[in-house]
């Protein structure tokens, strides 16, 4: 069975996060991403209380391609710190499952 997973990154702006999701569907490592934009986001950076717009990517990927995943976005992402957040998903459509994994070349 396929383990898949949920990736969450942010990214300043609607053509760096279409960028990066392309990247990850042409080399296998996501199935599908979704791109949420105009999330106003609130963390502290470098001491800093910051108020920004981003683009929100839902990646849905596997156990198995997250560790190229995860390289390939942080080599390749604007930030010097991305957010990449994992999450597995506890339990999923077996259609889906098995597509995730033929799309993703587990």
Do not use: F
């Not at 069975?1 to 609607?14: G, K, S």
């Not at 502290?44 to 990517?57: A, F, I, K, T």
């Not at 930030?79 to 098995?98: C, H, T, V």
């Amino acid at each position: 069975m396929t383990e898949a997973w949920v990736v969450l990154c942010t990214c300043p702006d609607q053509t760096s996060a279409e960028r990066l999701a392309k990247q990850l569907l042409t080399q296998g490592l996501a199935a599908c991403v979704n791109l949420l934009p105009k999330v106003r986001s609130l963390y502290l950076w470098q001491g800093q209380l910051c108020d920004d717009q981003e683009v929100q990517m839902i990646i849905k990927t596997t156990r198995q391609r997250y560790p190229a995943l995860e390289a390939a976005l942080s080599a390749a992402h604007p930030y010097d710190n991305p957010e990449i957040l994992a999450l597995a998903a506890a339990d999923g459509a077996k259609a889906y499952l098995s597509w995730l994994s033929e799309v993703t070349h587990d």
